[in-house]
């Protein structure tokens, strides 16, 4: 069993054993000099564990039980996690990702460790006192007493005899705890949109503020984006931005046709200045694959066209960066949320209808439209129109997300997982394409060496054969989202609301 | 989880000083070891500072018994280290022992339902021919037996083994060692000789007799808190390598 006591005053081991009067026995001592680790986003500490840096010297990953999971050395720490070795990088990797690791806290305390012993030198109990030096609002004290299996009673008789000086804390004293007592307060920016929307809201109400909260979350990427501190903060800022755009476009019917065209043109030159930025970081990030695509005697071509496209995407960030601190775009994101703010304009022809309804209205047609879209693909359909298809899944997913609050979340996720499968194959054909365009667009650069063009080339060629593979899967993947098993759980989960009175 | 005996029908001859520093070693090695003092005298009880218990807290309904056993487990000072402390008396085990049905299966069915918190369970032996000697035999997977190379502790061992060749238990349990060996008697090494000669199994490592294995009294601790690098410690080292392949060998 353990218990944790709050103590009034600082207590030192001969008071300790004064108090109860028992043996202790000191047998260890540590000064903790802590720095935690996390992402912006806190997804490690959010995730229940805490990575640290110990003393100047150590990496340290702590489980949610407070178990040390991995320990390396380390002097300082790496921003990315890629640079670091194994244990450590797989365990952190579904937490961290791409992000950045930001020193988020420091902080030190003292741990002393010792033993209770009864009258036949046995140890009962052992003790942990922290003398929290950097506690808020002032220095705290706190001991921790394991009792020994099958020693229960003594360690009891232990707390009791500590009432004088302590009182029982709240909660149990994990490095959590301990980080919080000295003044840690992670307040992750929200990263999922929060709209709290209400089922019988007017559609333009509802529509226009998730626009605005889209906006906001987009904007709020600006400073990180900015500083460079990982790509994530450029590809969140486009995933709002993305579905800011998304959602006017489902419901430009819902809007008078001038506000629908502004709103549009103006959230389209925002998300624009990024287009490039986001193309390079995607392919440096893959660098690793890319290099095992291709046998060694490329690999010096590839170091080329890395080295190139890296100074390439410092250039493009740089510009990015001045753009974004532009009066003229300061501007128009200040009109836009103005724009949004207005009051609803209730003129147009879907405007006032409640919102569940209009959604559910949406989402069915919205399947309706990839069924047929997707009706039109064979295997010689020119890729133009299994874009199409692969646009309208993805604003059928941002329906499914973004109003997921409006349904039962546990009924959603099946549609989501079959709609994901989908999305998946026609994401990688867009990828391979995209990219072998992208390549081909880079061997028209001046200067270009041979063993570059070479590396070039053969990126292509591997890209290209990886697309046809997923092409090949592609009517397949339609039919199975297209077929009569899931058809029916949209019919069944969407035609009632879609059909209900209110609103107009 | 694998159960060993330290048994032998003589007192006196080593049986709980090996127990003591083979339980140590085993947990020191990561196994999540129990040592159950079988022993009313509470020797191995002693040397871990745990009090023996006053009555015997053995329990005849089947579903207290592991209750109750599970209730006597004081954690040792060491990691990984449970032990079992002696109890007064046995009465209620004899008791316990004697039940009709399936006599000699008692013990292992109840160590096998306290079996998952442990890889180890080593059983510190009253040096008795009695109902609960036989459970021990049925129970142990191996019966580490310490033999002084004297011949009156070989006669003694001669006898134990033909207790389990008329009793028809598993003879291959037998595992004897050499105890309190003082290399420089002319009759240890000649009964030594002749022993090895006879019985196969016997381990290779032997326990010297040494004054440091006496001071575990004084210390109260397993040789290797106190007694690191002598001859003793390093010959219990040993010998727990040699019983690890043993038990390796077991399924
Ligand atoms: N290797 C040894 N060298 C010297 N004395 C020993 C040795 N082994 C045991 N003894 C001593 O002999 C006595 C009996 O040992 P013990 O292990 O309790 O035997 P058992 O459990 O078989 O009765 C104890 O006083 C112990 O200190
Ligand atoms: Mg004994």
């Known amino acids: ?504 | 989880m694998k159960i060993v005996a330290c048994y032998s029908f003589k007192g006196g001859v080593g049986k709980t000083a090996a127990a003591v520093n083979l339980a140590y070693r085993a947990a020191q090695s990561g196994q999540r070891t129990l040592l159950i003092d079988l022993d009313p005298q509470g020797a191995s009880s002693f040397y871990f500072r745990v009090r023996p218990e006053a009555g015997s807290k053995w329990k005849k309904q089947t579903l207290e018994q592991t209750d109750a056993l599970m209730g006597q487990i004081r954690e040792s000072d060491y990691s990984n280290l449970d032990l079992i402390p002696a109890q007064r008396s046995l009465r209620n085990l004899d008791i316990l022992l004697k039940q009709t049905d399936s006599r000699e299966t008692v013990l292992r069915r109840l160590l096998k339902k306290i079996s998952q918190d442990y890889d180890l369970i080593l059983l510190d032996c009253p040096p008795s021919v009695s109902r609960l000697a036989e459970n021990i035999f049925v129970a142990a997977d191996l019966i580490l037996v310490p033999v002084i190379p004297t011949p009156l502790s070989e006669r003694t061992y001669d006898q134990l083994v033909r207790f389990f060749k008329d009793k028809d238990y598993d003879r291959k349990k037998l595992l004897p060692f050499f105890s309190m060996v003082d290399a420089r008697k002319q009759l240890h090494r000649d009964t030594a000789l002749g022993m090895r000669q006879r019985y196969k199994r016997i381990l290779r490592h032997a326990i010297p007799y040494s004054t440091d294995v006496e001071r575990m009294g004084v210390h109260r601790a397993p040789l290797d808190l106190f007694a690191r690098g002598r001859q003793a410690n390093r010959a219990y080292l040993a010998l727990w390598e040699e019983v690890e392949l043993q038990l390796e060998g077991i399924g």
């Open chain 1, 1 to 504: 069993m353990n218990y944790y006591l709050e103590l009034k005053k600082s207590l030192s081991l001969s008071e300790l054993a004064q108090l109860t009067r028992m043996k202790v026995c000191a047998e260890r001592l540590e000064q903790r000099q802590l720095c935690v680790l996390d992402t912006v986003d806190w997804s490690i500490w959010m995730s229940d564990q805490v990575l640290l840096h110990v003393a100047g010297k150590r990496l340290e990953l702590y489980d949610r039980d407070d178990q040390l999971r991995v320990a390396v050395h380390a002097k300082r720490w790496p921003s990315f996690i890629t640079q670091l070795n194994d244990p450590l990088f797989e365990a952190l990797n579904p937490l961290v990702c791409v992000r950045a690791l930001l020193p988020q806290f420091s902080s030190q305390w003292q741990e002393q460790s010792s033993a209770f012993l009864n009258n036949d030198d046995k140890i009962v109990a052992r003790a942990t006192l922290y003398h929290l030096v950097d506690a808020t609002p002032t220095t705290s004290f706190f001991l921790k007493i394991q009792s020994l299996r099958g020693y229960d009673q003594e360690a009891q008789a232990i707390v009791n005899d500590l009432n004088s000086v302590a009182t029982a804390c709240q909660s149990a004293i994990t490095l959590k705890f301990l980080l919080k007592r000295c003044g840690l307060n992670p307040d992750p920016p929200a990263t999922k949109p929060a709209f709290h929307l209400n089922p019988d809201q007017p559609t333009t109400e509802a529509v226009m503020g998730m626009v605005a909260e889209l906006l906001r979350l987009a904007r709020q990427q600006e400073e990180g984006l900015i500083a460079d501190i990982d790509t994530e903060f450029t590809h969140q800022y486009r995933v709002n931005l993305r579905k800011a755009r998304s959602l006017l476009s489902l419901f430009k019917k819902a809007l008078p046709p001038k506000r629908y065209q502004t709103l549009r043109s103006e959230l389209k030159k925002i998300a624009q200045a990024t287009n490039r930025l986001r193309d390079l970081d995607v392919f440096l990030l893959d660098q690793d694959n890319y290099r095992a695509m291709l046998p060694t005697h490329f690999q010096p071509g590839l170091d080329d066209l890395f080295k190139r496209l890296k100074r390439r995407r410092q250039q493009v960030w740089r510009k990015v960066t001045v753009t974004l601190k532009k009066e003229d775009y300061l501007e128009h994101a200040q009109l836009l949320k103005l724009q949004l703010k207005e009051p609803p304009d209730l003129s147009a022809r879907h405007s006032g209808m409640a919102i569940k309804k209009q959604v559910s209205r949406k989402i069915l047609s919205q399947y309706q439209k990839i069924q047929r879209y997707g009706a039109r693909i064979d295997a010689e359909t020119p890729d133009e129109q299994v874009h199409e298809v692969r646009i309208e899944a993805k604003k059928l997913r941002y329906l499914l997300e973004l109003f997921a609050e409006l349904f039962s979340y546990d009924q959603l996720r099946r549609l989501i997982k079959a709609l994901k499968k989908l999305q998946d194959n026609l994401g990688r054909f867009n990828d391979y394409s995209s990219q072998c365009l992208f390549l081909e667009s880079l061997l028209s650069g001046a200067g270009i060496k041979t063993a570059e063009r070479d590396a070039i080339n053969g990126l292509i060629a591997v890209l290209y054969s990886k697309r046809q593979h997923e092409r090949g899967q592609v009517v397949d993947m339609i039919a199975a989202f297209s077929g009569t098993e899931i058809a029916e759980q949209f019919q069944e989960l969407f035609t009632d609301a879609a059909a209900q009175d209110g609103g107009s």
